[in-house]
């Protein structure tokens, strides 16, 4: 027997206006996983896809990862196509496609050679599709000044390879994750591509201690960082994307928080 999941989501908080950002999503990758496992998603008390809820409550986009995998559960090409959207590589700090494209172990001409590699692949298949270069802790202006400032190679990766900044901002992880430091590290056409706050985090301190760990807290940690973007001269800020908002079971990632970053 299947164990039945319903997650009521009628009351789903995060801030999605229409007149807001251009791109309003949220990556819920594991949504098939979570069905086949029975979990079922309502709204208003009545039986509902997923993407249809976010979309009636003002979601334009959605983040499917895909990783080097054969298996569904572990993200595949196969499942990834089933649901998708592309960027070149993800949270790349440390390069990607270890071991040849890890940075701390060859430097950065490898990954630059990868992903000028990846760009003219995509400006070949849709010359219209927008290329994004995603770095976790986008709040961290050393870190990110000091990828851009060595990534770009002659004969190698580009400026022009890519079309978009793409930054994770967690509360949770880093006591420097705060708005003013984010607010430091945004240039270009750029997108908080994924964040998250709890609904419930006991013994733990988020990066923005006058917010209240709560379902109401979430929505004013995502207004937060939607004021910063739209607030970017020259209508830079783009989107901004949750992550996995209805994730049963996800384990906090990784974070004191549990499995209680779930969108209320």
């Known amino acids: 027997m299947r164990l039945l999941w319903v997650t009521l989501l009628s009351a789903l908080t995060i801030p999605f206006p ?6 309003r999503g949220a990556d819920f990758s594991s949504l098939v996983n979570l069905e086949k496992s029975g979990i079922v998603y309502k709204d208003s008390g009545k039986a509902t896809k997923l993407e249809t809820i976010l979309k009636s409550h003002g979601a334009n ?3 499917i990862r895909v990783w080097t995998s054969t298996k569904d559960s572990e993200y595949s ?3 990834g196509l089933a649901l998708a959207k592309r960027a070149i590589g993800n949270e790349i700090n440390d390069g990607m496609l270890w071991p040849v494209g890890r940075i701390s172990v060859n430097g950065y001409s490898p990954l630059s050679q990868l992903l000028h590699s990846a760009a003219n692949g995509v400006r070949h298949a849709s010359p219209s599709t927008k290329i994004m270069v995603h770095l976790a802790n986008g709040w961290n202006g050393g870190g990110v000044n000091s990828f851009f ?6 004969g190698q990766f580009a400026t022009s390879d890519f079309d978009l900044f793409g930054f994770s901002f967690y509360p949770f992880y880093e006591s420097g994750a705060t708005y003013a430091a ?15 706050w709890p609904a419930v985090c006991s013994g733990k301190t988020m990066s923005e201690k006058s917010i209240e760990i709560s379902a109401a807290g979430q929505s004013t940690w995502v207004s937060g960082i939607r004021n910063i ?3 970017l ?3 830079h800020g783009i989107g901004i994307v949750y992550w996995e908002p209805a994730w049963i079971g996800n384990a906090g990632l990784g974070s004191a928080c549990w499995v209680r970053l779930l969108s209320f």
Request: proline content about 3%.
């Open 77 to 79: 090409l196969a499942y």
């Open 61 to 63: 986009l959605a983040r």
């Open 149 to 154: 400032n060595q990534i770009f190679i002659p």
């Open 18 to 23: 229409a007149n807001a950002l251009n791109y």
């Open 182 to 196: 984010l607010k430091t590290t945004l240039q270009g056409d750029v997108m908080v591509v994924e964040t998250d």
């Open 233 to 235: 001269s020259g209508g």
């Open 229 to 231: 973007l739209q607030g």
